[in-house]
Structure formats: structure tokens, C-alpha cells
């Protein structure tokens, strides 16, 4: 009915000189890859982040996402400039998908607001493995597009702002 | 039954002297704009806000809106009397939009209670594109109806409040 | 199978040294201001409260209600005994109404848990008009009853015992 | 499958020492008190603690548990070694249960949390009555019990470990 | 349709060093007990875990976890590396199951985030007994697998990361 999807920034923002961390689970670990391969890429070629200055850095699961962005965030030197934190969330038979999914969802927003430090969500929470591969720009879909993309360009322009001191 | 909606303040509030920020989303936007423009126009039609003090930004989702809130907020020089967090949010075919929606939901509440700067909710968490079109005073339904205005109504009225100093 | 609803306090409690607030919204009007005055006969009639010492302020719905009764709260010369939280909010065709009454459920808890001000929870959350109507005690339901009139009761209580040092 | 329910403790604990707080409401006021009556009973016969060191206090609704109960402990002299919050809540035709239910479960582990008193849940979440009489040892059902039995243990056991200053 | 599950680390991570609690509730202890051997063997024989270097500590549910998690973290001497909250949820008739499931995912991972100690949230959240027993290596299923490996893992990976002062 209407363009859907997110309308990039008008903004080009220059990404030279931001230290990024990206933070992936291993759980479906192939599609986890085309993520992080997606938002690497498109640091680097979209935004001149340097390839050095890209940290990844790996958890097992969605769950330690916010604890360990927190104290990565924390102990991190020189500071980073933006998180990227990725899972891939597939509903089973039992309720693990919904609690953690709403913990991680609400954790990832904390850590950002307590450590001023932009926290990108880039936690997939599928129905169904073929939701996850689409999203991740993989399969068979013509709708397929890997979101990693899309999250690198948050992390990019919230860094950016942040460290204009978010003027207004 | 009864009238439904919500009945305008008995008060007309003053708006000449507010700073107020209208942060907004990018995704589906051209419901978005609908809705910046409606708020904006009401800032300034209804409340004489001053157009040079209603500063736009905007973020990629509606997850970044309470984190950027908090940021610009803290960040403001001078300060801002109130913030429209403008977002659309359209359920989709995952749980993305769940739980997006409730940690922004909490998150922009967080925001306003822990800076003590009025945040209005101005997300829209629509089921279809209809909906949405029709909240953004778009489309064909005969119940259209901006809600941009209402939430500068709201912006306005809390933030000449807390210019008084919530006298009671 | 048992008798149902809550039963009052055993004790009689004085309310005539309490400075109440009720903060309500302008959602479905009609509906609030049944609930308001409720609450503001049994406040007077059933407990003494000085009529003068109970302020009446609104805004515009629900998600406001924590926010500015946090504001009132921390500025309030002589301070609130007790605030009471009145809105009306009817599930409508988005997943508006969900995402609402969960944070504003959590964000009343929360400015009463942080201010030590008791804040009693007059928010209804219902799924249809005539549900409105039976708890303002409004309308042609046999089991009508007028909330406002457990939530004043409940004010004073709370009200009384914070006086009191919730001496144990 | 297997033996389901909770196991008691292997260790048998000494509760002569404690001041505990039952905080319970007063809505289906039988099935509490018959809640509130198990635990007594449990604490004292079970465990030892002295009748005069269980204070009863009682609050309208279970959403106002986790406030007086936070308030309670704040004030009180000597100090409460461990809070049952007992409550009934049984879902009738809005969506009140539902975020009260929420909001009280969240608040009760916050207190407990922050205060470092630990508090029980001891609120049942129903969906009709018969659960509600099963679940305080009342009614027909073969499977009947009244679970506030369970809750003094829990008090008394988490009492006894903080006493002992949580060693490891 | 790809691997599923979540693949181990590619580092060996030393637990020779680490402190670990394991904190397990005793509803449902059977299939609790499975998932503790299944974790404290794994500490042992994949990660050089001093096996009295292994704490083992239970409180009765699982709503009771992340307040005793916080306790015996904050009193532990020597400091705890890691904790690992062990439960089971199973649902039931009431609405019991998901308030004390939310409430606790919430809380773990608050525990952890405010203390700085990994918190692994070993709580299974199931719909019936074969689910459970399912995921703690038990029964007949083909697919059974014993998350306890998991969740010890998972320990031992942010503990040793923790000693390591999260570096980047």
C-alpha cells in the first residue's frame, strides 16, 4: 500500500573513525554469519569503517547479548563507538523462544541507556528457519534481504551522532 | 455507547516559549511523515510554537527512539520542554514487532520519568497497513485521523506543565 | 462459589489530615469522570478528606499518567499523601491498548515504589464499552459498581499508613 | 512422568529467631485467609517461629504488595528477616488480571531484589475459582493443597540463609 | 534446513582457575538434578573446574532465583566467576507458569548485569513433562540432549572472559 521497509539516512555518515564492536551468538550459527558477514561489509564498503577497527567478539546464546555488551562496553579501550549485537531466535516446542526473546529485547535497550553507548538490536525472532535464512539474505526468497546491512547503517549513524555530542 | 477519543484539555496552553524535539523513525515513511507533519503543524497553528524551535531528527526504528531520546535530551542546549517519539510499527510475519514494540513502549516511559522531560508516545503498533494510513489521517476510512495532533496536544500541554513546575 | 470482590478494611480510617491527588486522563471522558467522582465522594464522605486537599489534575491518556504523577509528586508543596491514577482504556483494533497498559501497569508501580508516595493503579483495561460503563458503575449491568469508590479506599489506607511510619 | 511439585529442603531449618511479615489483600478474602492461616501454621509448627514475631498486615489489592511491602521492610524495627506476599488473583472479563498479575510478579522479585529481604510470591494467578480453592487446600479436588505451606518454607529457609549472611 | 542448535566455542576456554555456583531450584528435582550432574560433570571433565571449586546451593522455585543468585553473589568470598540458575518450569492449569517464568528471565539477567558476574539462565520452560525430561537427557526422545552441557559451557566461556578483563 505503501513503500515499506526503512528509508535509509539522507545523511551520508562518515565512518573513518568509529570503533565498532559486533557481537554474535553461535546458535544457528550459519545464518549468524551471513548477519555479521552483512553488517562487516557494509561498514567497511558503505562507510569507510576500518577493517581493524571492527571487533568480533562472540556468546553463545541471545541471552548473554546485554551482560556481555555491558561489560564489553565497559572494559573496552579505546571506547567503542557503537555495539551491533546479533542472534538468530527460532521458536521451538517449548516457551524458551518468548522469555528470552523479551529479556534480550528489553536488556540490549538497557545497556544502551545506561552506558550511553548505542546498542543496535539485530536479534532475529522467526517462526520458522525459512524466516531466518530470508532475513539473513539467504534462500530462495524474492523478498530476501540480509539485515546486517540495515543494522551496520544504525550502528554507523548513531555513532556518528554520538560523537557529535548529539547536537540539536 | 459514549463519546470515545480523547477530549481535548479545557486549558489552552501557551507554546511560544517551548523547545520541542520531534524524533522520528524511518521505516514506513510515509505514514511517518504524515504524522511529523500533523504534529508539527498543531505545534505551531494551535500553541504558537515557534518554528525554529521544533527541531527534527530522526533514527532508523523505533527501538533506537528511546535511546536517541535520552541522548538528544541529555545532550540539549538549550533544553527541550518536550519530545515526540514518532514511529510505525506494522506487525509483520516474525515476532519482530512485538518485541519492538514492548521494549520501546517501556523504554520511551523510562526516558521521560528518568530525565524528567515529558516523552510522548507516538508509535503507532498497527496490525496492517490500513490502520496505519487511517492513524496518520491517510486513505479513505471515514475515521481518519492524525494522531500527530495529539500527541503535540500532549507534547505542549506537559511541557508548559513542567515550565510551571507541576504546581499543585 | 465464594463471596468474590474485596473486602474492606476491618479498620475505619481518618483521612482528614491526607492531601490526596487525582490524576486522571481525557480518554472516554464520560467514563473517567464517573470514576473520578467516585473517588472523590468516598474520599470526602466515607473518610473525611478535606475537600480542599483534594487536587484534581489530568492529561491527555494513560501512558502520561506515571510521568506526571512522578512530577507532581517530587514537586508537591505540601506533599501528596496518596495519588490515585484514573484512566479508561478500551482495546481497540491495534495492539495500542496492550502496549499501553503494560507500561503504564509497571511505570505507576514504579513511581510509587520509587517516591514512597503510594499510587494507586484506577486504571481500567477493558476489552469493551459496556465493561467501561459496569466498573464506573454507569449503565444497565445488575453487577455494576463504581471502581473509583475501591480505589479512594484504598488511597486513604495507604495514605494513613505512610502517615502512621508503616510502623510494624 | 515423575514425581512433580517441590521437594522440601533436606535441611531442616531453625526459624525462632525470625521476624516474618505475612502481607496479604483482602480480595476473595476466604481463599487468602486460608493461604495466609497455612502459613502461620507452617511457621510455627514446622519451623519454630514464635507467634508474636509473624506480624499480619493487609492491603486492599495485590497490586499494592510490592509497595507497602518495600515500605514495610524500609521501616521496620527490628527489621523483617523475610515478606510472604499473599494475594488471589482470578481472571474474570477484562484484561485486568493479566496486568496486574504482571506488574505484581515483576514488583515482588524488585523488592526483594533491592531491599535484600527476601519476599515470597504468594500470589496465585487463577483462572477460575476452583483453582483458586485447590491451590489453599479448600474445596473437593483430590489434588488440594494449600500452598502457603510451601511459601513459610520458602520465607523461612531464604530468612535463615540471609542470618547466616548467604556464605558459600 | 541448516544446523541447528548452538555451536560450541571455537577457543578452549581453562576453567582450571574458576569459582562456579550452581543454584537450582527443587520443583520437578528429578529432571533438576540431571541438568546439575549434567553441568557440574561437564565443568569437571571439559574445562579442568576443581570440582570443590564447584558450589552447589538450591532454594525451592524458580521465582526464587535471581534474588538468591544476588545474595550469594554479593556475600561470596572468594568472588563467584560464574553462577548457573538451574530450573524447571512446567506449565500447569493456572497462569502460575508464566508470570513466575517472565519474572524470573527478567531477573537473572538483571542479577548479572548489576553485579557483573555471568549469569547463565539454565531455566527450561516447557509445556510438559516430555519436553522437560527431553532437554535434560532423559527419556526416550531421539533428540534428547542435556542442556546442563550447555549452561556450564556457556559458564565457563564468560567466566574465563570475566578474569580476562573483557578485553577487546
Known amino acids: 500500500m505503501f513503500a515499506k521497509g526503512v528509508t535509509p539516512s539522507e545523511t551520508q555518515y ?10 554474535h551468538t553461535r546458535w544457528n550459527l550459519p545464518v549468524v554469519k551471513a548477519l555479521v558477514d552483512g553488517a562487516q561489509r557494509t561498514l567497511i564498503s558503505e562507510f569507510n569503517v576500518k577493517a581493524e577497527k571492527i571487533i568480533l567478539k562472540d556468546v553463545a546464546g541471545s541471552y548473554e547479548l546485554p551482560f556481555a555488551a555491558q561489560e564489553y562496553i565497559k ?9 551491533i549485537c546479533i542472534g538468530v531466535l527460532i521458536k521451538g516446542s517449548t516457551m524458551h523462544f518468548e522469555y528470552i526473546a523479551e529479556a534480550t529485547a528489553h536488556g540490549i535497550m538497557r545497556v544502551g541507556m ?3 553507548t548505542p546498542c543496535v538490536f539485530g536479534v532475529l525472532t522467526c517462526l520458522n528457519d525459512e524466516q531466518a535464512l530470508e532475513r539473513a539474505g539467504l534462500g530462495e526468497s524474492p523478498a530476501k534481504h540480509n539485515h546486517g546491512i540495515d543494522w551496520a547503517r544504525c550502528a554507523v549513524e548513531l555513532g556518528v551522532k554520538k560523537r557529535q555530542g548529539w547536537s540539536s
Open 14 to 23: 562518515d565512518g573513518s573513525n568509529l570503533r565498532i564492536l559486533i557481537l
Open 75 to 83: 572494559h573496552s579501550i579505546p571506547k567503542f563507538d557503537a555495539v
Open 114 to 116: 545506561e552506558t550511553g
